[in-house]
């Protein structure tokens, strides 16, 4: 699927270096691995009046139509005055205009406003011709990506199965100019990623997976010896029961790992293929780089437009599915700075931006 491909997911090896293994010490760590239950999540969500001068957010999300910005520094959320339904929203580099969609004549439209404007009055900047859906997944009821680069304006759109979203709505923010092109740049997507500091998730040498025991785990390879990161037996079942003539490859032995590092190299999260579909299946977790404190952010994330997202140095930003057993609310979550704690920013969130 293409929305896989450009998401610079990199697989990790299962070629294992047999001379690398015989010198290596494995060293056992004293891990910590933490089921989520309902007494580990707090709720963050304080509402406050919206001043962007007043807290320091670092988040804006999306919520019944909503905008909201979020403060992982002063544990506040507040809603941003605009009776609009809103779908996406992003903020430009200086952090001085907002940018924004929303619903009017049955189509989405630009807006914009100064947030250093204490009104925060709004402009309707152009109409993009095309209903909400048309900026959604088929999958997943997904929202495309809306990104600053530039003095331009990206917002993805028309999505196709198994290809993903194919065009993009480009508006010149200078020129006030909207262009849809007709052929999906592949090369632009990657180049705004990486210019917008999205992990690129391209494995260091000194990460892979490597055989323990009848299975395989990620490893993190120091001058003379390898720590163990991830603890995943308890999926091999899961993974020989997708096995079959139309998926040979899943199989507990032969496991797929997708994982990135965090700005300070002190944690990664990393996703576990557990089965093949039309789409990837699997959870995603976060981890201690010693692979101490390993927590399951969610239960079948990998496939999803929204992946988890670094903040500041090593908290992630993440979505989480609802999970009536533990009472658990969906919602849209952040991992704790020093501890993999998780704490509730909100619920029935759809959208979120990394400011």
């Not at 989520?36 to 999300?61: A, G, L, M, P, W």
């Not at 557990?274 to 977790?285: K, N, Y």
Request: glycine share 6%; aromatic share 14%; net charge negative.
């Amino acid at each position: 699927m293409f929305s896989l491909i450009i998401s610079l997911f990199i697989f990790g090896c299962n070629n294992v270096d047999k001379e690398e293994e015989k010198n290596d010490t494995i060293v056992e760590t004293e891990r910590v691995i933490v089921n989520v239950d309902t007494s580990s999540i707090i709720k963050s969500n304080e509402k406050k009046v919206f001043n962007f001068n007043e807290f320091n957010y670092d988040v804006c999300y999306v919520k019944d139509g909503g905008l909201y910005f979020y403060s992982s520094k002063d544990g506040v959320s507040s809603q941003f005055p605009d009776s609009s339904q809103i779908e996406h929203a992003v903020i430009s580099t200086n952090k001085e205009v907002l940018y924004y969609t929303a619903l009017k004549d049955g189509n989405l439209w630009l807006k914009k406003t100064f947030l250093s404007d204490l009104k925060n009055e709004t402009n309707w900047l152009i109409n993009l011709n095309r209903p909400p859906n048309k900026f959604k997944t088929e999958t997943y009821n997904e929202k495309g990506k809306f990104i600053f680069y530039n003095d331009s304006l990206f917002l993805e759109c028309e999505y196709a199965w198994m290809e993903g979203f194919y065009k993009m709505c480009v508006y010149d923010i200078k020129k006030n100019k909207l262009t849809t092109p007709e052929n999906f740049i592949y090369n632009l997507k990657t180049r705004i990623n990486t210019a917008k500091g999205n992990p690129s998730e391209f494995a260091p040498s000194n990460i892979n997976s490597r055989k323990i025991g009848d299975t395989y785990e990620l490893f993190f390879k120091r001058n003379n010896d390898s720590v163990q990161i991830s603890y995943t037996k308890d999926f091999d079942k899961e993974i020989l029961a997708d096995s079959d003539e139309e998926n040979p490859t899943m199989n507990a032995y032969t496991k797929s790992f997708r994982f990135s590092i965090s700005p300070d190299s002190s944690k990664l999260y990393y996703s576990l293929v557990t089965g093949m579909g039309d789409l990837a299946h699997g959870p995603i977790f976060i981890v201690n780089i010693d692979g101490t404190e390993q927590i399951q952010l969610n239960s079948d994330g990998i496939s999803s437009e929204f992946k988890p997202v670094w903040l500041h140095k090593n908290s992630v930003i993440f979505l989480r599915e609802g999970d009536e057993a533990s009472k658990t609310p969906a919602g849209l979550y952040i991992t704790g700075a020093i501890k993999n704690g998780i704490t509730l920013i909100d619920t029935l969130v759809s959208y979120y931006q990394v400011l």
